[in-house]
């Protein structure tokens, strides 16, 4: 959530992050409205306590119609604190609710507008020319099938659509991808971290997953616990009702887990092979850092994913991600999209957000500076979600004869090997 104290004194900043959402304006006066209603009916409740606790004093001193009349003021004194103690409660409990709808101000450097109005801020690598090479390129489900890697009809059969099976090689390139992402990130200063794929109602609201993004949530109601689309939950919570010294930081982690996602608005989309699937496998960065880092810290992710992305030979580009296609949780993201032959497009791969001090003041993680105690920042990146990574290495490093190169940095978790064969039918 931001700061109620940022919103009183520049509501305007506040309305124009709204707007570049492409959220609702008016939630910013219904805030506003409803912070003042707290404010003041926490000084009337103050106010009259006072008034009681000064009329008890005088209560025993009196006698006569005095004390009876003091005693009739004093009914009426405990029914108005009653009543305003509730005014105050529920003035609070429309306040936090509102707060929880707002989504975290927008950077002013990010591009304004929808997902297509996004900013290309570098590009890398070379795209293959497979015409110039003399075939046809083959997409990665028929390469998966050929190397006797991906078994998306028996997915299919035990657990319904967009679900797949990775077997064999295909099996073993995952674990090489994990242990390859994890070796980098620890030479890096992150800490491993094997995270709970179950996470209770205030670790996920917390984070800022239970608001725009709640239809892509799976929930367990018998046990009140939600399956995570994405180890940032757990390692966000990780420090929740904490203060951290100063000195501590920055704290890094890079959290495996599998990850869940309903994927509800995507019918029809990327429904081939394993794009976009519903269960799957990833490496996050996480950063605890001071607000002031923050900046720096978004930086240093976003190197850490390119250096990634080179080290397996694929053809990428780099994106500001536009302010409608942020999620509430972020003030600034950026996305590294990787070249799909068979697509002839760029798709996201990576993906590093910003979220300043938006999910440390949901979840009560706090720094101590001194004698200063204040809210911190964290920020998140996608290392390697591993079916999209596959997807890429399998398209952009195929060769005529459907084998597939793998890249030098994988070799030593493949056992040595250089190239992935197809098997005998």
């Not at 006698?63 to 009739?72: N, R, T, V």
């Not at 059969?157 to 390139?173: D, I, M, P, Q, W």
């Not at 080290?311 to 600034?332: N, Y």
Request: aromatic share 6%; net charge negative; with cysteine.
């Amino acid at each position: 959530m931001i700061d109620l104290r940022l919103l009183r004194e520049d509501p305007d900043r506040v309305r124009a992050s709204q707007r570049a959402r492409g959220e609702d304006v008016a939630l910013v006066d219904s805030l506003l409205s409803a912070d003042e209603r707290r404010r003041s009916s926490g000084v009337r409740f103050d106010e009259l306590r006072a008034e009681q606790k000064a009329l008890g004093k005088l209560i025993p001193k009196a006698s006569g119609d005095e004390k009876a009349e003091l005693l009739k003021k004093a009914s009426q004194l405990a029914a108005d604190v009653k009543a305003a103690d509730a005014e105050r409660d529920a003035a609070d409990a429309e306040t936090r609710e509102l707060l929880q709808k707002l989504g975290n101000l927008v950077h002013p450097d990010v591009p304004v507008g929808g997902e297509e109005d996004f900013v290309t801020l570098e590009t890398h690598g070379t795209i293959r020319d497979f015409g110039a090479e003399g075939f046809e390129p083959k997409d990665h489900l028929e390469l998966g099938q050929l190397l006797g890697a991906i078994d998306v009809e028996r997915g299919a059969k035990v657990s319904g659509s967009r679900f797949y099976f990775l077997t064999g090689v295909g099996a073993l390139l995952e674990l090489a991808l994990v242990n390859a992402a994890i070796a980098q990130a620890t030479a890096a200063g992150f800490t491993p971290m094997l995270t709970p794929a179950l996470v209770r109602p205030q670790s996920m609201a917390g984070t800022g997953f239970l608001g725009q993004a709640a239809q892509d949530v799976y929930r367990l109601d018998a046990d009140d616990l939600y399956l995570v689309g994405t180890s940032e939950v757990p390692l966000a919570a990780y420090h929740m009702d904490e203060i951290i010294d100063a000195d501590r930081l920055p704290l890094r982690y890079a959290g495996f887990s599998p990850c869940f996602r309903r994927e509800a608005g995507s019918h029809g989309k990327d429904t081939r092979g394993i794009f976009r699937v519903h269960q799957f496998d990833k490496v996050e960065m996480f950063s605890y850092v001071t607000p002031e880092e923050s900046q720096e810290e978004h930086r240093r992710l976003l190197e850490w994913e390119k250096q990634w992305l080179t080290s397996l030979e694929l053809p990428f580009r780099v994106i500001d991600v536009a302010s409608g296609d942020l999620g509430s949780s972020a003030a600034r993201k950026f996305d590294c999209e990787a070249w799909i032959p068979t697509q002839g497009k760029y798709r996201e791969l990576t993906s590093t957000s910003d979220c300043t001090e938006f999910q440390s003041r949901r979840l009560q993680i706090r720094v101590r500076d001194g004698k200063q105690v204040r809210p911190l920042a964290t920020l998140n990146g996608t290392l390697c979600a591993v079916p999209r990574t596959i997807v890429a290495i399998l398209e952009n490093h195929q060769q005529a004869d459907g084998s597939v190169r793998v890249p030098e940095v994988l070799r030593p978790y493949l056992g040595g090997r250089e190239v992935l064969e197809p098997v005998a039918r």
